[in-house]
């Protein structure tokens, strides 16, 4: 449905910001893209509309080439969803959501009836909300306002840059079941950007991990679990789940070290929950790196750095 032919994009600075990508998304799909910050996502989103040009190759939409397409066509077909809410502070939400069904001349009955079956869907009642400004709705509910807006016409894809990265992880959670319950009721295109592997995870029928301007993985979840094709996938799947390194919480062993049989040993490379797991059982677990304890655990220091990720990053 959306397809990737060795596209390039090169900005006028001299950055290349995608290499050549080559891939294509299916029909109905929830597909991720997700990878470190600059390694390509939002510019290979944005190419799909059109925001931004691409320097070479093709992108193509139920096989017409994007350049083919009058380009307000195009973006009335696409929904989009930004990750700071972007909603008009003067308008009402009724109206916030009516915007691309108007530019499409929809008759005035038709969106009063699409305004309250989007409404429904994600659980504000109508009545209630309607006529409410923006302003008088929570950061979550805001951003739930941003979803449907983007779904109000009925396009066939949605892209979607880090929506729910702004929010308190309550509300992140509940708008990802949302999306879920929407995707499974609508089966729209759906791209997805986010550096959140845990979402990406929950979330995507595929996955595609990108590294400067170029993709490393293509998969489904499980792909991506059970068969990460390298050490960068591996480490983005690990660690990243809790976007927190495993290093952080080894503390040197004490010279005296009578203590060192008989307790847990680990590698490294020991993704952080399991990690977490033996320190349900062990005080304390040794850290080996190439066949040398390199350093340990103590379950009082993990919860301490655990506590306050939590306190900071939610
Ligand atoms: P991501 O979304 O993965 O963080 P981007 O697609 O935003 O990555 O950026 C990819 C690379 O392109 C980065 O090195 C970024 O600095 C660069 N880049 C993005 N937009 C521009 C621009 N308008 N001009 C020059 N360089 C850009």
């Given amino acids: 449905m959306i397809r990737f032919e060795q596209v390039m994009k090169q900005f006028p600075n001299g950055t290349f910001a995608v290499k050549s990508l080559d891939f294509e998304i299916k029909k109905g799909e929830f597909f991720v893209l997700i990878g470190p910050s600059g390694s390509g996502k939002t510019t290979t989103l944005k190419m799909i509309n059109r925001l931004i040009e691409l320097s070479k190759g093709w992108v193509r939409i ?18 989009y969803v930004l990750q700071q809410i972007a909603l008009f502070p003067h308008m009402t939400i009724a109206e916030n959501i009516a915007v691309v069904p108007e530019l499409v001349n929809w008759d005035k009955e ?11 869907m994600v659980g504000l009642d109508p009545k209630e909300y309607r006529n409410r400004r923006p302003s008088e709705l929570s950061g979550g509910q805001q951003q739930r306002i941003g979803v449907i807006r983007a779904l109000a016409a009925d396009p066939e894809i949605i892209l979607m840059d880090e929506p729910f990265s702004a929010l308190d992880p309550f509300s992140r959670e509940k708008l990802q079941d949302d999306m879920l319950e929407i995707q499974r009721k609508l089966k729209k295109t759906i791209v997805f950007v986010t550096h959140d592997m845990q979402e990406a995870l ?18 489904t979840p499980h792909e991506f679990l059970s068969n990460p094709v390298n050490d960068f996938v591996r480490d983005f799947v690990g660690s990243r789940k809790l976007s927190i ?12 070290g009578g203590f060192l049989s008989g307790t847990k040993h680990i590698s490294l490379s020991t993704p952080l929950d399991e990690v977490i797991e033996y320190l349900a059982s062990f005080e304390q677990i040794f850290v080996e790196d190439n066949g040398k304890t390199i350093g340990m ?9 655990l506590s306050q990720y939590v306190k900071e990053r939610g």
């Fill in 110 to 120: 038709k969106i009063g009836a699409r305004v309250e079956e989007l409404l429904n």
């Fill in 62 to 79: 139920n096989g017409k080439k994007i350049s083919d397409y009058d380009i307000n066509e195009l973006r009335w077909n696409i929904g």
């Fill in 245 to 256: 390194n495993l290093k952080e919480f080894i503390i040197p062993v004490p010279a005296e």
């Fill in 202 to 219: 929950k979330l995507g029928d595929r996955i595609c991990l990108m590294k400067d301007g170029e993709i490393v993985q293509v998969g």
């Fill in 297 to 305: 655990i103590r379950r009082q220091q993990a919860l301490k750095i």
